[in-house]
């Protein structure tokens, strides 16, 4: 079953501890996911909610709303929150329901927020996140302006205490079941973009940028 | 930007009081997402977990190894947990950076563990798992054997306390930014399954399952 705590192969990474590969490791997932989980303890209990967010350097960055509850609670308390983001590889079928499993890169990381002031910083948080989301779009698209800068509250996280946990390859099955006649193996997931669908109040003569065309 | 607080449609849900739609979004979601984030709380600090889960009726369940540390946390001390579960749909490129966004779906529930010991109800736990994973799978493998049952730890959530939100459609852009010569629209996501790698392990006569034949 798609057990997450077994895998074939672990890197459990306190960063500023372990070796360059670690640390490649828990960026480049990060890098990739689209969306973190940021759980926290209010009032004793725990909350999470998923956002969009990015990495420059040693930092993760989200943003929201000045107006928004969770935004405002975490700056203003400094609370220490856990961060997941987590990527599915591969479906891996056992010959046995017990042994299936998925293939998967996750990260799991410990911080506390830090309210980004600095408007260099900002900027360039914006850029960054705008270009993970789609390569290419920084250059294309207008700036915040002042009015959106202010509308806007942007956390940093370090990256510090951090693991990453992989899973890759072929079904582990139990020796006695390989002989059964059981199709095994893995269907590998990717996500895909399918043909962008423009805007129907665009301009009419805007073509399709060249970083969107397949 | 990817803001998630920013949505379109959202449904707010607390399931028992509200109708059937409401209930029906968050199950779509929950039955569709690969994996769940299950955070708790861990000696006063936030902790989250990534994991496989599936849906029956109104209790989500996760499993794990009986010797898995936070299962055994999560059961034993019947902490109160925050899972949420999210779908990313499409990224929405704005005229503005400042209104980049994505279309997503997503579910937080909040519950309480229990440990579920019925045999009947761990079986058919198994067998959703495992069709979730692929559908049709469940009648080709070997099912689990009493050795498996006693190494598994089952854990359902009662769906009741849910909250899903939902953002669809188009970019929503600054009235004076409709005029600039950028692209905006939507570039659709969409998680395809590859085609299967058998296992080379595996007995060389048997074929690929019409269920994973594209």
């Not at 990474?13 to 689209?34: M, N, S």
């Not at 270009?131 to 207008?142: H, I, L, S, T, Y």
């Not at 990453?164 to 099955?173: I, L, M, Q």
Request: aromatic fraction near 10%; include cysteine.
């Amino acid at each position: 079953m798609a057990d997450f705590s077994k895998t074939d192969k672990t890197t459990i990474t306190r960063l500023p501890k372990r070796g360059v590969y670690d640390q490649e490791t828990v960026y480049a997932i990060l890098d990739e996911a689209l969306f973190c989980t940021v759980a926290y303890v209010r009032e004793g209990e725990p909350f999470q909610i998923p956002t969009g967010f990015c990495r420059m350097g040693d930092k993760l960055y989200i943003h929201g709303s000045v107006g928004s509850f969770y935004m405002r609670e975490l700056a203003e308390k400094n609370l220490p929150v856990c961060i997941s983001a987590t990527l599915i590889d591969g479906l891996v079928l056992a010959r046995s329901a017990f042994h299936h499993s998925v293939n998967y890169r996750s990260v799991v990381m410990f911080a506390k927020p830090e309210k980004v002031t600095d408007e260099a910083e900002l900027y360039t948080a914006f850029e960054v996140f705008t270009n993970k989301m789609q390569p290419g779009r920084w250059d294309d698209v207008r700036k915040p302006g002042a009015g959106e800068w202010k509308a806007t509250m942007v956390l940093s996280f370090r990256i510090e205490e951090a693991s990453a946990k992989v899973r890759t390859g072929g079904p582990k099955d139990d020796d006695e079941d390989y002989a059964l006649p059981v199709w095994a193996g893995v269907v590998p997931l990717r996500i895909e973009k399918q043909s962008p669908v423009a805007d129907e109040l665009r301009k009419k003569d805007v073509p399709l940028p060249s970083y969107l065309k397949a």
